[in-house]
């Protein structure tokens, strides 16, 4: 190979790399107007095992061009708790860095906390998307609660346990508080506090914009995912308590719904929904991170 080619083809590689890195660095696909902050559910926190909960979801955001927080809420507590907790975590983000609003996304639990945020301080918010929310309960739910009822000597002392256990993972706790929370009543009663995005039907669609915040919703009805995950044991337990209605084995498929309802028959159970454990789901369903850069990528088109 003569010099002269050799240089030609040095600046050629060097030319192809210098224009590449810019587009690279303009990647803005998920690059959305507010911040979104990421809120997990019930029995968890911002982090798993030192992992995202939202396992690589908030890294694939970033990449991106998105602002991406998770809020550390109460494993174990009501909804008013925890979003009250949410409140203060987003008036001091906006006081620090002179945040206008937000993009709230929930997992699970973690989307009625967000709910009730929109409902009280809407000023706060742009938009509520919840993910696998049991907007009208849980069976597993309704199903403990009915075996510790009002008055069972066991009730105190399995609450006593959670607690005490809730309490190493930080904040307040009051599994009983929860676990009314999550059942068919609770809900119920908590809905009709904050109804804002709430279905017409009890299988349909509710209001996609209520007080300028924008309401989405989505869900999943995959149980036994991937056999090599071992939270699938949890959810084939729960699912059972469905009685052969569509679940994700924890929630049940028309519960999910609320405001604008994206999808609702993801082949996820309720932990893949935030791509846990480790990403470990049925080779056959939809990539939970590529789903949440989608929604991103959503938010961004409608100018929040």
Not at 253 to 263: A, D, I, M, P, Y
Not at 272 to 293: A, I, K
Request: proline share 5%; glycine share 10%.
């Amino acid at each position: 190979m003569s010099k002269n080619v050799l240089l030609n083809l040095t600046a050629a590689l060097v030319l192809g790399l210098a224009m590449a890195a810019p587009a690279a660095a303009a990647d803005d696909y998920t690059k959305t107007k507010y911040p979104i902050v990421l809120v997990h559910g019930f029995a968890s926190s911002d982090q798993v095992l030192g992992f995202s909960t939202f396992y690589n979801i908030p890294d694939e955001l970033k990449s991106g061009g998105a602002t991406v927080y998770a809020a550390k809420l109460s494993g174990f507590n009501s909804d008013e708790v925890r979003g009250e907790e949410l409140i203060k975590y987003l008036d001091n983000l906006k006081a620090v860095h002179g945040y206008a609003k937000f993009n709230l996304v929930g997992n699970s639990q973690g989307g009625l906390s967000t709910r009730y945020v929109a409902a009280v301080r809407p000023d706060l918010v742009a938009s509520v998307t919840t993910g696998h929310t049991p907007h009208a309960g849980a069976a597993p739910a309704d199903l403990i609660g009915a075996a510790l009822p009002e008055g069972s000597p066991l009730r105190p002392i399995v609450a006593g346990v959670i607690n005490a256990f809730a309490s190493l993972m930080g904040g307040e706790a009051d599994a009983l508080a929860a676990l009314r929370q999550l059942s068919s009543a609770g809900a119920a009663d908590f809905t009709a506090h904050y109804p804002q995005g709430k279905p017409a039907t009890a299988c349909g669609n509710g209001a996609a914009v209520v007080n300028d915040v924008r309401y989405y919703s989505f869900g999943g009805v995959g149980v036994s995912t991937n056999l090599l995950d071992p939270t699938d044991l949890a959810a084939g337990a729960g699912s059972l308590t469905y009685l052969g209605r569509p679940n994700d084995g924890v929630v049940g498929q028309c519960s999910s719904h609320w405001g604008e309802v994206l999808r609702d028959d993801y082949n996820w159970n309720h932990f893949d929904s935030v791509n846990q454990t480790f990403g470990l789901r049925s080779v056959f369903s939809s990539d939970p991170v590529t789903v949440y850069r989608a929604h991103a990528n959503r938010l961004k088109n409608l100018g929040l």
